[in-house]
């Protein structure tokens, strides 16, 4: 692991207006992740992880605070910067895959890859070598939407993969999932945390993933702690 973290929260709140006043999610938290690092994000639900996954994930700002890609100060990046950044920096998982079912496993992968400009030629083999890498090659021409929800995990953790991001995000990753089926995806996502040396934080129920992190966080009453 290296000394600076990948991704750094700094004092980080937010406040939303409700219309009986401001309703505070969390205030002033802090919170470093190291490359090669796997943690666990833990807490009741309605606690606010997931919004602090939107913070750290750059799709949401904080009412107060800084968040530090790499050490740099990304808090005042305009909003096609900030699009600019996730897409090379940072690879999201979420509970509810958001695959198109209407696309090929192969292009769902291409996808942030040819946003980023990635010619055809180039985003194919790039996107079908991840496909590979999740035990899903077999599978490269089949619709998104004609398969299983394991599967349909694989292709948005190799999505995830594509843009070669230092970060790796996920919220639930295993929610939707059967014991068994949830268990080979953790595994797969411990996997491919170690080939790419990622930074990972995973907002979890699951007590037997949480346990298999470097460490666990648990935001309780508006606060991150330890364990």
């Known amino acids: 692991?290296?000394?600076?973290?990948?991704?750094?929260?700094?004092?980080?709140?937010?406040?939303?207006?409700?219309p009986a006043g401001p309703l505070a999610v969390f205030e002033h938290i802090d919170i470093a992740i190291r490359r090669g690092e796997r943690v666990a994000l833990t807490g009741e639900s309605g606690a606010g992880k997931t919004t602090l996954l939107y913070l750290l994930g750059l799709l949401?700002?904080?009412?107060?605070?800084?968040?530090?890609?790499?050490?740099?100060?990304?808090?005042?990046?305009?909003?096609?910067?900030?699009?600019?950044?996730?897409?090379?920096?940072?690879?999201?998982?979420w509970q509810r895959n958001t695959l198109l079912p209407?696309?090929?496993?192969?292009?769902?992968?291409?996808?942030?890859?040819?946003?980023?400009?990635?010619?055809?030629?180039?985003?194919?083999?790039?996107?079908?070598?991840l496909l590979e890498e999740v035990g899903l090659e077999a599978r490269a021409e089949h619709l998104?939407?004609?398969?299983?929800?394991?599967?349909?995990?694989?292709?948005?953790?190799?999505?995830?993969?594509a843009g070669n991001p230092s970060i790796l995000l996920a919220d639930e990753p295993t929610g939707n999932l059967d014991e068994k089926t949830a268990a080979h995806v953790i595994e797969l996502i411990e996997r491919v945390h170690e080939r790419h040396a990622l930074a990972t934080l995973y907002v979890t129920?699951?007590?037997?993933?949480?346990?298999?992190?470097?460490?666990?966080?648990?935001?309780?009453g508006g606060r991150l702690h330890a364990g």
């Open 144 to 161: 998104a939407g004609e398969l299983s929800g394991g599967e349909q995990q694989r292709v948005a953790l190799a999505r995830a993969l």
């Open 102 to 129: 209407e696309f090929t496993a192969l292009e769902n992968v291409m996808m942030p890859l040819l946003i980023r400009g990635e010619p055809r030629r180039r985003a194919r083999p790039a996107a079908a070598a």
């Open 1 to 18: 692991m290296t000394d600076t973290p990948a991704l750094r929260g700094e004092g980080l709140s937010r406040v939303f207006r409700a």
């Open 60 to 93: 949401d700002r904080p009412s107060a605070g800084r968040i530090f890609i790499h050490g740099s100060d990304v808090s005042s990046l305009g909003e096609h910067e900030l699009a600019a950044l996730r897409n090379r920096a940072i690879g999201f998982v």
């Open 205 to 220: 129920h699951n007590p037997a993933f949480a346990a298999r992190a470097h460490r666990i966080l648990r935001l309780e």
